[in-house]
């Protein structure tokens, strides 16, 4: 071979043969064939590695040469390596790292055409579950886009995090250039190797491609010491370029991507090994970092952190625990006078935990944790013991009779068996228990389906009840704490009861049959269930249960739907309403059918829900969203009325009317002015031609949604209803109530929600960001804990998610922060709103129509801008303050008087240019003429001119 393209220089070592071999079949099955594969070889390698190193150089004398310099430092095998190269390009793997089939054109190409010293892509690592891996998290923005860097500052991540410790090369005159060599007396040497040289060469290329996978999955714990001062040179490599604050984001980053999961580790370690990691890491962490960037993390892995520093082994295992489990007390709190609380160990401001909450909630509402200090099998007896612990806020009565009982229940079933605890021994900070019980005696299972049975504990003092999983280091039991089993099913379907910890560190006991008859009539009935015959039966059962489920597919409905239904007579004045899809009884479509109801018309009303019927009319026919019941529905009625979309799939019947009351006016760009849509293919585009089509009113409120809304989704002219919206005739009617007789005393539903008349009313309704089909429960953008800790004795904050999400609350003082998104309707939110808190959200032009407090809340206002497209610039237009932080909102509610009165024109305006036609009579005139024929004799509102 001539001179290589690249040399990949493979580390022989830990892995063995097979390791090595993985890697050198990558190199050698490059597509870019110039590519030489140099195996180091370390000084004590066994014979067996050392031949199949040889039997590859043989196989390929042109491609695959042996190196053994007689060392054994990783460092100083991949130094031997790097003077051995002869590619233009110098790539190391460590053993059991494998290229990417097309890895290495990928990076040549890179580095050909951009000139780049430094070329590097994506890696993945092993989960430690079996075969599975991943990339790392933060890969995902450093690698989005191929692009080149004149220098890493414009791509921090490369030394603010891990990323260069394989998948990149790096030109061979580079490394001479500079006399770049990993640290030989360092073991953790490829973790300064890259930030080293991206520092120090110049151009670099970023490729998207992913390069090496098989990386192995980390382990802090095993040389804790070697990746301290791994990191501490990388930050002295930052500190000598002056980057200071590169220098934090790294310290960061060490903690969130080394120490964090290091202490998550802890309940999968023996004792022994936990004992030594929290000693090393007394001895090598203080110092590390400095504490303002401790202070930056959340409130348990900072915990975790600072107890792994001070060498606490057993506070460490009971940090891991609250991180592997969120929201459970894993430890004594204690109250300080000035409110703030401390884990057991405080005060310290790195141990301070307010944020999480714990206080606000009372003893049966606490996830508790129960920590198994015991578990001794003696035969069928078995002697357990642990600690329960308490908060110093709250626990059980005092003058309460305390009792407890463990529950052992049956693994996804309701079968459980009880037992008394024996002795309870509470203290200030828990409840010390024990209690011997017979559990082959208790525990009397059938035996072939229940044989995984889940332990907790239930402490009651009279009045209320506390329930708690049992909680267990991995080492804290094994096959020496057997128990005999005796099923109701008889001894041959299992014999032996042996406890396990899960993988949510929770106590179980699981049936095994370990003795001769169980374990043969286990092989009679694999063997029954398993042999041809019963193969057979199991796969026409299967089949049958394919046809069941086919029968509730929604394609099969929707066949049947327009082969057949859509053949059945229209049911005179039925009426089907829907509201976003089946999630609620509001918006529109309910104001119309309130509407409906009080002035008596003889309709057939017939509501959609999608789960729950809670909330809706009892008084009228409910159908669930796909279900046969609704596809009847549908093809009978007279009426559709929805303001979402009826499924695209589902023809309107001939003969119905559809009154689509639609949802909102629009900022981003909505229908075919979308990206999204416009990128789609035509028969995509099509169907949503074809479902806008079946609309034959459409409701609009003012010129702008005749320019955005109507001319996005192609509706004609004379499907357009200017009437304004329906839900909003309530706000109009609250504004004059308002004005007449002031806001107190507040609507009936304040009442319902806990809100005091001292305290003012903010909503934040933030928009949709997911996209069409996806649901989720969504972090919001605003730190309600930060809120209510600064507004909770003035505001009380409302959050309403989108109603294709769901938002995740911290806990909070109770009446500062309250949840409403599954509140029905939502203009009965905004009539007893003070302040509306929102970004995109169409519901700032209701809320517009009420003349009261807008503040928009919009930290990514122009990402978003040029994601999704905007009709208008929301911050000329905008009804109040835009606000990019925290910081600037609160500012804002801070002086919200002033705030008021300088946006009182601008508010005036945005409310007459998008809610024009919103004149309190929505509802009426909708009635008027899409169900004209149902009223008595009375003048009608003629379509297109509606509301004008």
Same mark, same amino acid.
């Given at each position: 071979?001539?001179?290589?393209?690249?040399?990949?220089?493979?580390?022989?070592?830990?892995?063995?043969?097979?390791?090595?071999?993985?890697?050198?079949?990558?190199?050698?099955?490059?597509?870019?064939?110039?590519?030489?594969?140099?195996?180091?070889?370390?000084?004590?390698?066994?014979? /067996?590695?050392?031949?199949?190193?040889?039997?590859?150089?043989?196989?390929?004398?042109?491609?695959?040469?042996?190196?053994?310099?007689?060392?054994?430092?990783?460092?100083?095998?991949?130094?031997?390596?790097?003077?051995?190269?002869?590619?233009?390009?110098?790539?190391?793997?460590?053993?059991?790292?494998?290229?990417?089939?097309?890895?290495?054109?990928?990076?040549?190409?890179?580095?050909?055409?951009?000139?780049?010293?430094?070329?590097?892509?994506?890696?993945?690592?092993?989960?430690? !579950?079996?075969?599975?891996?991943?990339?790392?998290?933060?890969?995902?923005? =450093?690698?989005?886009?191929?692009?080149?860097?004149?220098?890493?500052?414009?791509?921090?991540? =490369?030394?603010?995090?891990?990323?260069?410790?394989?998948?990149?090369?790096?030109?061979?005159?580079?490394?001479?250039?500079?006399?770049?060599?990993?640290?030989?007396?360092?073991?953790?040497?490829?973790?300064?190797?890259?930030?080293?040289? +991206?520092?120090?060469?110049?151009?670099?290329?970023?490729?998207?491609?992913?390069?090496?996978?098989?990386?192995?999955?980390?382990? +802090?714990?095993?040389?804790?010491?070697?990746?301290?001062?791994?990191?501490?040179?990388?930050?002295?490599?930052?500190?000598?370029?002056?980057?200071?604050?590169?220098?934090?984001?790294?310290?960061?980053?060490?903690?969130?991507?080394?120490?964090?999961?290091?202490?998550?580790?802890?309940?999968?370690?023996?004792?022994?090994?936990?004992?030594?990691?929290?000693?090393?890491?007394?001895?090598?962490?203080?110092?590390?970092?400095?504490?303002?960037?401790?202070?930056?993390?959340?409130?348990?892995?900072?915990?975790?952190?600072?107890?792994?520093?001070?060498?606490?082994?057993?506070?460490?295992?009971?940090?891991?625990?609250?991180?592997?489990?969120?929201?459970?007390?894993?430890?004594? =709190?204690?109250?300080?006078?000035?409110?703030?609380?401390?884990?057991?160990?405080?005060?310290?401001?790195?141990?301070?935990?307010?944020?999480?909450?714990?206080?606000? /909630?009372?003893?049966?509402?606490?996830?508790?944790?129960?920590?198994?200090?015991?578990?001794?099998?003696?035969?069928?007896?078995?002697?357990?013991?642990?600690?329960?612990? =308490?908060?110093?806020?709250?626990?059980?009565?005092?003058?309460?009779?305390?009792?407890?009982?463990?529950?052992?229940?049956?693994?996804?079933?309701?079968?459980?068996?009880?037992?008394?605890?024996?002795?309870?021994?509470?203290?200030?900070?828990?409840?010390?228990?024990?209690?011997?019980?017979?559990?082959?005696?208790?525990?009397?299972?059938?035996?072939?389906?229940?044989?995984?049975?889940?332990?907790?504990?239930?402490?009651?003092?009279?009045?209320?009840?506390?329930?708690?999983?049992?909680?267990?280091?991995?080492?804290?039991?094994?096959?020496?704490?057997?128990?005999?089993?005796?099923?109701?099913?008889?001894?041959?379907?299992?014999?032996?009861?042996?406890?396990?910890?899960?993988?949510?560190?929770?106590?179980?006991?699981?049936?095994?049959?370990?003795?001769?008859?169980?374990?043969?009539?286990?092989?009679?009935?694999?063997?029954?269930?398993?042999?041809?015959?019963?193969?057979?039966?199991?796969?026409?059962?299967?089949?049958?249960?394919?046809?069941?489920?086919?029968?509730?597919?929604?394609?099969?409905?929707?066949?049947?739907?327009?082969?057949?239904?859509?053949?059945?007579?229209?049911?005179?004045?039925?009426?089907?309403? !829907?509201?976003?899809?089946?999630?609620?009884?509001?918006?529109?479509?309910?104001?119309?059918?309130?509407?409906?109801?009080?002035?008596?018309?003889?309709?057939?009303?017939?509501?959609?829900?999608?789960?729950?019927?809670?909330?809706?009319?009892?008084?009228?026919?409910?159908?669930?969203?796909?279900?046969?019941?609704?596809?009847?529905?549908?093809?009978?009625?007279?009426?559709?009325?929805?303001?979402?979309?009826?499924?695209?799939?589902?023809?309107?019947?001939?003969?119905?009317?559809?009154?689509?009351?639609?949802?909102?006016?629009?900022?981003?760009?909505?229908?075919?002015?979308?990206?999204?849509?416009?990128?789609?293919?035509?028969?995509?585009?099509?169907?949503?031609?074809?479902?806008?089509?079946?609309?034959?009113?459409?409701?609009?409120?003012?010129?702008?949604?005749?320019?955005?809304?109507?001319?996005?989704?192609?509706?004609?002219?004379?499907?357009?209803?200017?009437?304004?919206?329906?839900?909003?005739?309530?706000?109009?009617? +609250?504004?004059?109530?308002?004005?007449?007789?002031?806001?107190?005393?507040?609507?009936?539903?304040?009442?319902?929600?806990?809100?005091?008349?001292?305290?003012?009313?903010?909503?934040?309704?933030?928009?949709?960001?997911?996209?069409?089909?996806?649901?989720?429960?969504?972090?919001?953008?605003?730190?309600?804990?930060?809120?209510?800790?600064?507004?909770?004795?003035?505001?009380?904050?409302?959050?309403?998610?989108?109603?294709?999400?769901?938002?995740?609350?911290?806990?909070?003082?109770?009446?500062?922060?309250?949840?409403?998104?599954?509140?029905?309707?939502?203009?009965?939110?905004?009539?007893?709103?003070?302040?509306?808190?929102?970004?995109?959200?169409?519901?700032?032009?209701?809320?517009?129509?009420?003349?009261?407090?807008?503040?928009?809340?919009?930290?990514?206002?122009?990402?978003?801008?040029?994601?999704?497209?905007?009709?208008?610039?929301?911050?000329?237009?905008?009804?109040?303050?835009?606000?990019?932080?925290?910081?600037?909102?609160?500012?804002?509610?801070?002086?919200?008087?002033?705030?008021?009165?300088?946006?009182?024109?601008?508010?005036?305006?945005?409310?007459?240019?998008?809610?024009?036609?919103?004149?309190?009579?929505?509802?009426?005139?909708?009635?008027?003429?899409?169900?004209?024929?149902?009223?008595?004799?009375?003048?009608?509102?003629?379509?297109?001119e509606a509301g004008r």
């Amino acid at each position: 071979m001539s001179t290589p393209d690249v040399s990949c220089v493979i580390t022989a070592g830990e892995g063995g043969e097979d390791a090595l071999a993985a890697s050198l079949e990558s190199v050698l099955d490059q597509s870019l064939r110039a590519v030489e594969a140099l195996v180091v070889l370390p000084a004590g390698a066994p014979a /067996r590695l050392r031949t199949a190193a040889g039997s590859a150089a043989v196989r390929s004398p042109d491609r695959v040469r042996v190196l053994d310099p007689g060392t054994d430092g990783a460092a100083s095998l991949r130094n031997a390596g790097l003077d051995a190269a002869l590619g233009t390009y110098v790539l190391v793997l460590d053993a059991g790292e494998r290229l990417q089939r097309h890895a290495c054109r990928n990076l040549w190409e890179a580095g050909t055409r951009t000139r780049a010293d430094l070329v590097a892509g994506r890696w993945s690592r092993s989960t430690g !579950e079996g075969s599975k891996e991943r990339e790392p998290s933060w890969q995902q923005p =450093l690698f989005a886009r191929s692009r080149t860097v004149a220098r890493f500052t414009e791509a921090p991540e =490369l030394a603010v995090r891990d990323a260069l410790v394989t998948g990149f090369c790096v030109r061979r005159a580079a490394l001479e250039r500079h006399a770049l060599r990993y640290d030989e007396d360092l073991t953790h040497s490829e973790v300064l190797f890259g930030p080293l040289v +991206a520092a120090v060469v110049g151009r670099i290329a970023l490729v998207r491609r992913r390069i090496v996978s098989g990386r192995a999955a980390p382990d +802090a714990g095993r040389d804790l010491a070697g990746l301290v001062e791994a990191h501490r040179r990388v930050c002295h490599v930052l500190a000598a370029q002056g980057l200071a604050e590169l220098r934090e984001e790294r310290d960061r980053s060490f903690l969130l991507d080394h120490l964090v999961p290091l202490v998550r580790t802890f309940p999968e370690r023996p004792v022994a090994a936990r004992e030594r990691v929290a000693a090393t890491a007394a001895r090598v962490l203080p110092d590390v970092v400095p504490e303002r960037v401790l202070l930056t993390l959340p409130a348990v892995e900072r915990v975790g952190v600072r107890l792994l520093e001070r060498g606490d082994a057993d506070g460490v295992l009971t940090a891991a625990y609250a991180l592997r489990r969120r929201g459970v007390v894993a430890a004594p =709190l204690s109250v300080q006078d000035d409110g703030r609380v401390y884990w057991q160990g405080g005060p310290d401001p790195v141990l301070d935990v307010t944020e999480l909450g714990h206080q606000y /909630r009372p003893f049966d509402e606490l996830k508790l944790m129960n920590r198994v200090t015991r578990y001794e099998a003696h035969g069928s007896r078995v002697l357990l013991a642990g600690r329960l612990v =308490l908060p110093s806020h709250t626990g059980p009565a005092p003058d309460g009779r305390l009792t407890a009982r463990l529950e052992f229940r049956v693994r996804d079933g309701s079968r459980a068996f009880h037992a008394p605890v024996d002795s309870l021994r509470p203290d200030a900070t828990g409840i010390s228990w024990s209690t011997g019980l017979d559990v082959t005696r208790l525990l009397r299972p059938f035996g072939p389906r229940d044989t995984v049975w889940d332990a907790r504990m239930v402490v009651e003092d009279g009045r209320t009840r506390s329930v708690s999983d049992l909680f267990a280091a991995h080492d804290l039991v094994g096959p020496g704490e057997r128990s005999p089993a005796r099923p109701r099913l008889g001894r041959t379907t299992g014999d032996t009861w042996q406890p396990y910890v899960t993988l949510r560190d929770h106590l179980a006991l699981r049936l095994e049959a370990r003795h001769r008859p169980a374990r043969t009539a286990r092989g009679l009935v694999h063997y029954a269930t398993h042999f041809r015959p019963a193969r057979r039966v199991r796969l026409a059962l299967r089949a049958l249960g394919r046809r069941r489920d086919r029968l509730h597919a929604r394609g099969f409905k929707v066949a049947v739907y327009r082969s057949w239904l859509l053949r059945l007579p229209k049911r005179r004045g039925s009426v089907v309403f !829907e509201s976003h899809m089946g999630t609620c009884y509001g918006d529109s479509p309910r104001a119309v059918h309130e509407e409906v109801r009080a002035r008596g018309l003889r309709l057939r009303p017939v509501w959609v829900h999608a789960d729950s019927t809670e909330g809706f009319p009892t008084d009228v026919r409910l159908v669930r969203r796909w279900s046969w019941r609704y596809l009847w529905a549908l093809a009978r009625a007279e009426y559709w009325v929805d303001n979402q979309g009826f499924p695209q799939n589902l023809d309107k019947p001939s003969g119905t009317t559809y009154l689509q009351t639609w949802h909102g006016s629009a900022y981003k760009r909505m229908g075919f002015d979308e990206t999204r849509v416009r990128l789609q293919n035509t028969p995509q585009r099509e169907r949503l031609q074809q479902a806008v089509h079946r609309f034959d009113h459409f409701l609009v409120r003012s010129e702008h949604d005749e320019r955005t809304l109507a001319r996005a989704y192609r509706l004609p002219e004379r499907t357009l209803l200017r009437t304004g919206y329906p839900r909003n005739d309530v706000l109009l009617a +609250a504004r004059a109530r308002d004005e007449a007789e002031g806001r107190l005393p507040r609507p009936a539903l304040a009442a319902e929600l806990g809100l005091p008349d001292h305290r003012k009313v903010v909503l934040y309704a933030p928009t949709f960001r997911g996209r069409p089909g996806t649901r989720k429960r969504q972090r919001l953008l605003l730190d309600a804990a930060r809120f209510a800790e600064r507004f909770g004795d003035t505001y009380t904050l409302l959050v309403r998610a989108h109603y294709l999400e769901a938002a995740s609350l911290p806990a909070c003082p109770p009446g500062t922060v309250v949840d409403v998104s599954r509140h029905h309707d939502v203009s009965e939110i905004l009539a007893l709103t003070d302040v509306l808190v929102t970004d995109y959200s169409s519901i700032m032009f209701d809320y517009a129509l009420l003349d009261r407090p807008i503040v928009l809340f919009a930290p990514d206002l122009d990402a978003y801008a040029a994601e999704r497209g905007s009709y208008f610039d929301l911050r000329e237009k905008a009804p109040g303050p835009v606000t990019a932080t925290e910081e600037e909102l609160f500012a804002v509610l801070a002086r919200l008087k002033t705030a008021e009165t300088e946006f009182q024109e601008r508010r005036t305006a945005f409310a007459e240019e998008f809610g024009a036609y919103d004149r309190g009579d929505a509802a009426r005139a909708v009635v008027d003429t899409v169900f004209a024929r149902h009223l008595a004799p009375s003048r009608t509102v003629p379509t297109g001119e509606a509301g004008r």
